[in-house]
């Protein structure tokens, strides 16, 4: 393990500025259509065919193919009606200019997307990320995920997801609207409560979400609290929503633990990231008697072994947006700091990773199976590549994916927008009490769903065809559209 004193400076360079593990293609997608049943291999190769070179979202299709075959031997319908070749087809790609000035009058010109993926089940609903690495492929692979994993929410929304390649790190709160604003004053054509309802996801936060929304309301002249989600409390937003992707996650996991006759109560968890999700993860699991003793960004990862301090972890990752050595260094002796690194180095029982897309690779999957892990819940979208799900899931580790275990922020956005529609205003409590409710509720799905298809225990299954099959039975009900 290298260790040593922390260097933020010289760590930022380590990783990629979203903390992506920088891996290249997570699958071959030759080897990978060999694999695949004969009725779906086609639909694979079409969308490799028609997304050439856009890795992740093929690797996001591929997930979901791998374990709908039984669905489709079951219900031949589904190929009569082309069911597969549609869903993995967008409705709708947007894909836009967003020229902004810098503080210094510099003229920048970053690239703006939305897919209006699936609307079979409601209006288009998913996050906005701005990060350098986004592209379409990260964007697709996105709002085809958010599909899903909305359906499992049991909640009326569809699927979509967006974002730019624009950085908002380092960059002035001026700077960071002029961009909010010519970013929405394109893509407010494409928006509106009944038609596409963005959010936030990486580099979208409540600041974003509030320039996006006042230039909104500007331009069409509307207060329309439900177009976006997200908001802040006093101007439409929900109780629970900041912290509920996270308590959501950390919610799932206990459900999976009790399953196998086991609790959060002084297991140790290892966390990846530490951005909103990461954050309100690391402060539920330890509200349900977990301790988490690693958490990380882009720079490095902290190993804190009596737990986490997650009221200063807020303090200087969310409030002040500074670099996890300074947690370290504020932590005092307690914590160690490594600058670079892989958090999944620290010995856990319980893993989430809360980053970003293929941050777990096998290799880090064999130290956590050596170190014992029992768990394995995804805060991020699709963190762990391939191999390491399988590694995990031969090694006997309960591995919870992204499109369950990390459901609870798009469900309370579904919350947020029911309370907009009613002029509402939900408790704090009453709030979460939903929030357990859905996410009991999804985990009861992907484990009846998994058993129905004779794999009990498989969560990848369960998650993939019960959210398929909502979207797909409303999708034949809609007719050919
Ligand atoms: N970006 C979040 C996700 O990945 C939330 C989306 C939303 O609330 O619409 O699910």
Known sequence: MSSAGYEPEAASATLPADGASGAGPAIDPRAATEGLDERLAPVFEAVIRRNPGEAEFHQSVLRVLETVAPVVHRHPEYAEAKLLERISEPERQIIFRVPWSDDSGRVHINRGYRVEFNSALGPYKGGLRFAPSVNASIVKFLGFEQVFKNALTGMPIGGGKGGADFDPRGRSDAEVMRFCQSFMTELHRHLGEQTDVPA?????????????????????????????????????????????????????????????????????????????????????????????????????????????????????????????????????????????????????????????????????????????????????????????????????????PGMAANAGGVATSALEMQQNASRDSWSFDHTEERLIEIMSDIHAACRETAASYGAPDDYVTGASIAGFQRVADAMLALGLV
């Open 200 to 400: 936030g996801d990486i580099g979208v936060g409540r600041r974003e979400i509030g320039y996006m929304f006042g230039q909104y309301k500007r331009i069409t002249n509307r207060y329309e609290s439900g177009v976006m989600t997200g908001k802040g409390l006093s101007w439409g937003g929900a109780r629970v929503r900041e912290e509920a992707t996270g308590y959501g996650c950390a919610y799932f996991v206990a459900e999976m633990l009790t399953t196998r006759g086991e609790s959060l109560g002084g297991r140790r968890v290892a966390v990846s990231g530490s951005g909103n999700v990461a954050v309100h993860a690391i402060e539920k699991v330890q509200q349900l008697g977990g301790r988490v003793v690693a958490c990380s960004d882009s720079s490095g990862y902290v190993h804190d072994p009596d737990g986490i301090d997650v009221a200063l972890l807020k303090e200087v990752k969310l409030a002040e947006r500074a670099r996890i050595g300074e947690y370290v260094r504020r932590r005092g002796r307690r914590a160690r700091g490594f600058a670079g690194g892989s958090v999944w180095e620290v010995p856990c029982e319980i893993a989430l990773p809360c980053a970003t897309q293929n941050e777990l690779d096998a290799r880090a999957a064999r130290r956590l199976v050596d170190n014992g892990v029992i768990t394995v819940a995804e805060g991020a979208n699709m963190p762990t590549t391939p191999d390491a799900v399988r590694l995990l899931r031969e090694a006997g580790v309960a591995f919870g």
